[in-house]
């Protein structure tokens, strides 16, 4: 699955190619990928509406155009592809996006669990999905104080609310091991039982671990690949993630599932 350092390499490639482009039609193939509104709605606002520029929160790519935002959710295996407005579709496209130029966006997905919702540009601030998301780990709201009130009635494993997009989004499954991991945190402890120096290196490492994979385009676990073909290389610097052995004490690293999740951690640097 693609988790936030992926979707800012996808918005950062997209943004090179995407910014000034005209939308002279939609095509979608697939109902179930548009949540909002309605998807003869969906295709006729979006005709005519320049992609002026492109953002992230949390996992959502955000794509402003004239009058609304389109936002995009790649969950499992969501992909975007350049072709030329008369290739033909490719298999598991789901919504074609024809310029007017020579070009279109395709977006790609095997698996058909991605999302989009079509907002006005005064709207997307309250209304789902944005209005749920937590902080951005780079939110200068993001500290002790703020975690402390989130996870005091949690009880609920840390590693389970690490995931909570609602709290910090951006978290992955992968990343949450790696934030763990670097702060010495057992991932089953209670949320509501951390110390207030664990819930600091919490917020330092995810917000290193994260800008770490940011800097090398995201891991390429699974079947990510941005919209060109960028592979990250972040895949090379876990620590503990798809690990047998810590790289610090030499213990054999210990896989288990917490919440349904593939969580790794080592059971001395992570004690109980
Ligand atoms: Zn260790």
């Not at 609602?166 to 949450?176: F, K, L, P």
């Not at 664990?198 to 490492?205: K, M, P």
């Not at 079947?223 to 810590?246: A, D, M, P, R």
Request: charged share 30%; with cysteine; net charge positive.
């Amino acid at each position: 699955m693609p988790e936030l350092p992926e979707v800012e390499t996808v918005k950062e490639t997209l943004k090179t190619k995407l910014i000034g482009k005209k939308i002279e039609q939609v095509f979608v193939y697939h109902n179930n990928v548009v949540e909002y509104p309605e998807v003869d709605l969906f295709i006729n606002c979006l005709s005519n509406q320049t992609i002026q520029n492109i953002e992230r929160r949390g996992k959502w790519l955000l794509f402003e155009l004239d009058n609304y935002y389109l936002l995009s959710h790649l969950r499992m295996e969501g992909k975007y592809f350049f072709r030329e407005k008369e290739e033909p579709k490719l298999s598991h496209e789901l919504v074609k996006f024809d310029f007017t130029d020579n070009e279109s966006l395709r977006y790609h997905d095997t698996r058909k669990f991605g999302k989009m919702h079509l907002l006005k540009k005064e709207e997307i601030w309250n209304k789902k999905p944005l209005n749920e998301l937590g902080l951005e780990p780079w939110d200068s709201n993001l500290t002790i104080d703020y975690l402390k009130q989130k996870y005091k009635n949690k009880t609920i494993p840390i590693k389970t609310a690490l995931l909570d997009q609602g709290i910090i989004t951006g978290i992955g499954n992968i990343y949450a091991d790696e934030i763990l991991y670097l702060s010495h945190i057992y991932p089953l402890k209670k949320s509501c039982d951390l110390t207030k120096k664990e819930l600091q290196n919490i917020i330092l490492h995810t917000r290193n671990v994260l800008s770490r994979a940011i800097e090398l385009g995201g891991t390429t676990i699974r079947s990510f690949s941005s919209s060109e073909g960028v592979h990250g290389l972040f895949q090379n610097e876990l620590y503990i993630h798809g690990k047998t052995e810590c790289e610090n004490c030499h213990t054999k690293v210990i896989k288990t599932k917490v919440g349904g999740r593939g969580t790794y951690y080592c059971p001395k640097c992570q004690k109980k």
